[in-house]
């Protein structure tokens, strides 16, 4: 961890004294490398679930689960109606959190109920097997919309530790319910009942760390304030949502299953990475912004909002884009490995959506960042107008096959980019002419990371070295590439800094 802060275009002390001095560097890395731990743990956890599934379903089979639990997860995504940001926003001595916490039951009460009674029609209708899949992943909603409150108040609290340690705890157990499942033969159903008991032992683990069950009480003057700011997050969260499974959802109905599989499969992987980097950027973006907005003291410093950010991004950039890059490069030998010969077309796919996943690096940040400069309601509208175009080319591409939609979805992002920097810029005093003239050895690095890759990975070839050897010599060679080559370009950035400086002043 240390070794990225130190490769980002900022040396490691400039780093340390752009945050506020209340979560300094030493503070911050643990709190990183606690909630990083959870979510490679989580990831390692998810891909060993996806890997062994794709072994014993066919791509057919895992193309109608991913098609299935797309519209499971759009209800969900309603009923977590993001009242763990509420708290994140306001603190959780501020805010009511019984209230909170009754309001989210009750739109997972709704959901379930919803569920069910879907359910309970497709059974009548002769549906059985599909009908108990969605009876299951109803009984998800009530618990997963009860825990965001619970996240909500560990985050505030600044207590990634602790839940980093009930992430890990919730991943194992998931893990063992899902591949016993598997290995007893309940192929689809085996992976819901492993989402349930991984998030049942969120709640209960939530529980038992802060020793707080909520009372049941609602004013409806708190729940109108409540569900005016919900609303911002849930419009952004459906059209990410949209984004993210559009995909699924119309290569599946115009393509098949077969193909929905191999596009989901390539969504997955790219996913694991992209969640492995978004998850603990978007929860230390909170503290950070939160601190620097000085919201303690009653009121909101934009401009040091601004500040850090600029910072937050600068590094994170440098950190996230070789990942995705890398990826790219290394996808074809990745799938055979870890998949198989079936899945060889899903390699190209992943090519591509690994290239795409770099241009949405900047979203990462955008929702604390709006939420806490006061500005969250400028944000539905640009996530809407991303979406529009990311699901219009999906729509108007997928006819011409799953790779052509994968690269109208890399169109779009380009389109997000730059929407994501002007928003930033303009509502969260976010410099994104630093960070991009910071990024500038970044990319150069890159390309030098890129180009060992290739040369090892030829050498690898050449020398008949297996496949599993040839990945790991890629990425050790990759990475250290990319560290010496950012090192020595920014030792020369600083040395020719002030020849520069003189030069524009005489």
Not at 128 to 143: C, M
Not at 463 to 470: A, E, G
Request: charged share 15%.
């Amino acid at each position: 961890m240390p070794h990225w802060f130190e490769t980002a275009k900022l040396p490691l002390r400039r780093v340390s004294s752009a945050f506020p001095s209340s979560l300094r560097l030493p503070h911050l890395i643990g709190d990183g490398f606690a909630a990083l731990s959870a979510k490679v743990i989580s990831q390692a956890a998810q891909l060993s679930i996806f890997i062994v599934a794709a072994h014993v379903l066919a791509a057919a089979e895992f193309g109608f689960f991913a098609f299935a639990s797309s519209f499971a997860i759009f209800v969900l995504v309603v009923a977590e109606g993001g009242w763990g940001e509420f708290i994140m926003k306001g603190g959780a001595d501020k805010t009511d959190v019984d209230q909170l916490a009754t309001l989210s039951m009750l739109s997972g009460l709704v959901a379930t109920i919803l569920g069910l009674s879907t359910s309970a029609a497709m059974f009548m209708l002769g549906h059985g097997s599909n009908a108990l899949l969605v009876a299951l992943f109803s009984t998800w909603y009530l618990p997963a919309s009860l825990s965001t409150v619970y996240d909500g108040i560990l985050i505030s609290q600044g207590r990634l530790k602790s839940q980093s340690f009930i992430r890990i705890a919730a991943e194992i157990i998931g893990l063992f319910v899902a591949i016993g499942g598997l290995w007893l033969g309940w192929n689809i159903v085996a992976l819901i009942c492993g989402r349930l008991a991984q998030q049942l032992t969120i709640l209960a683990a939530s529980m038992i760390m802060l020793r707080w069950l909520p009372r049941l009480r609602l004013h409806r003057a708190y729940a109108s304030q409540v569900l005016e700011f919900s609303r911002h997050i849930v419009a952004n969260r459906l059209v990410v949502f949209f984004r993210s499974y559009a995909g699924t959802l119309v290569v599946g109905s115009f393509l098949g299953l077969a193909e929905a599989g191999y596009y989901r499969a390539a969504e997955r992987i790219v996913a694991a990475f992209s969640e492995l980097m978004g998850e603990p950027a978007r929860m230390l973006a909170w503290i950070l912004f939160g601190r620097a907005a000085g919201k303690d003291k009653g009121d909101v410093d934009r401009a040091a909002i601004g500040a850090t950010a600029t910072t937050f991004m600068t590094v994170l950039m440098a950190i996230s884009t070789p990942i995705y890059l890398g990826l790219a490069l290394i996808s074809a030998e990745l799938i055979d490995v870890v998949l198989g010969d079936k899945w060889a077309p899903a390699a190209i796919l992943v090519a591509i959506l690994a290239a795409k996943q770099t241009l949405l690096i900047p979203g990462y940040v955008t929702e604390p960042l709006l939420s806490l400069s006061g500005n969250i309601h400028r944000m539905p509208k640009a996530v809407m107008l991303n979406g529009a175009i990311s699901v219009g080319l999906i729509i108007l591409l997928t006819p011409f096959g799953a790779v052509a939609t994968a690269l109208g979805q890399c169109v779009a992002a380009v389109f997000s980019f730059n929407i994501s920097m002007r928003l930033q810029s303009r509502e969260g005093e976010l410099a994104w002419n630093r960070v991009l003239r910071d990024c500038g050895l970044v990319a150069i690095a890159v390309c030098a990371m890129a180009a060992a890759v290739f040369l090892f990975g030829r050498i690898a070839e050449a020398s008949s070295l297996r496949q599993m050897s040839t990945i790991a010599l890629q990425v050790v060679a990759g990475a250290a590439i990319y560290v010496a080559a950012l090192a020595i370009l920014q030792r020369w950035s600083d040395a020719l800094r002030p020849i520069f400086a003189f030069g524009r002043h005489g």
